[in-house]
């Protein structure tokens, strides 16, 4: 099945310092989330990604829809404490015959020392 | 963003007891669900897919059986875990998404369910 590989796995930085991840796939996908999760809670929406190329950002968040459709990076950038959490990539495809689902990466746990 | 909620928050149960998991969307008509099970430091596992007045769809290896999914109404789906044991302890998340096919799924907070 398809998998996504998201790197990477943690992160420790200071604050104020700019971070970056992202997630490459086997296939295509037709949109691309970028999820913050803290614990004991749900994944939260950060962006979500509808076209190939497309750049789109959220305060201090940008995310890009890789052109090949098969990743996407998100940046982070001066980050402070409360970035604290595990953010989640997830590639979804088109609607009908259960491509719909949402395929999730493993998850890069961030660390913020103040 | 729209807004998913679940309930309970958490649980703690008896081996061999059921457990009823609520979740539902409060500011929009979900016509799909989805409930995911997610193990301690792991990613999320897609257990089931729900369509509103139709039978779930199950993931491969998922006891339909042991894990009842209904989704009777727009905005109401419920997981029932059925004689639970152990092994069952996880953290529970559904998210529902509206009518067109792309929009985008809005996660719940989670159920916490341990199984004594």
């Known amino acids: 099945g398809q998998q996504l590989n998201q790197s990477p796995q943690s992160m420790f930085i200071q604050e104020g310092e700019d971070v970056s991840m992202n997630c490459t796939s086997s296939s295509i996908f037709n949109t691309w989330l970028w999820y913050k999760q803290d614990p004991g809670e749900g994944p939260v929406l950060l962006i979500a990604?509808?076209?190939?190329?497309e750049l789109t950002s959220n305060g201090r968040l940008t995310a890009q829809f890789g052109i090949t459709r098969k990743d996407s990076f998100l940046n982070i950038s001066a980050s402070i404490p409360s970035d604290v959490g595990i953010y989640f990539c997830a590639g979804q495809g088109a609607p009908g015959g259960g491509s719909e689902k949402l395929v999730f990466g493993k998850g890069t746990k961030l660390t913020v020392n103040p | 963003g729209a807004v998913v909620s679940q309930h309970p928050s958490w649980v703690i149960c008896k081996s061999g007891t059921s457990v009823k998991i609520e979740c539902r969307s409060l500011?929009?008509?979900?016509?799909?669900m989805f409930w995911y099970r997610q193990f301690p430091k792991q990613s999320l596992m897609l257990m089931a897919t729900?369509?509103?007045?139709?039978?779930?769809?199950?993931e491969q290896g998922v006891e339909k059986d042991k894990f009842l999914i209904n989704h009777a109404s727009l905005t109401l789906s419920t997981l029932t875990v059925t004689s639970a044991h152990p092994e069952d302890s996880s953290f529970y998340i559904c998210?529902?998404?509206?009518?067109?096919?792309?929009?985008?799924?809005?996660f719940g907070p989670g159920t916490r369910l341990t199984v004594l």
């Open positions: 500011d929009f008509q979900a016509t799909t």
């Open positions: 729900s369509n509103e007045g139709s039978k779930a769809t199950y």
């Open positions: 990604l509808y076209k190939a190329g």
């Open positions: 998210s529902a998404r509206g009518r067109r096919g792309t929009d985008t799924q809005y």
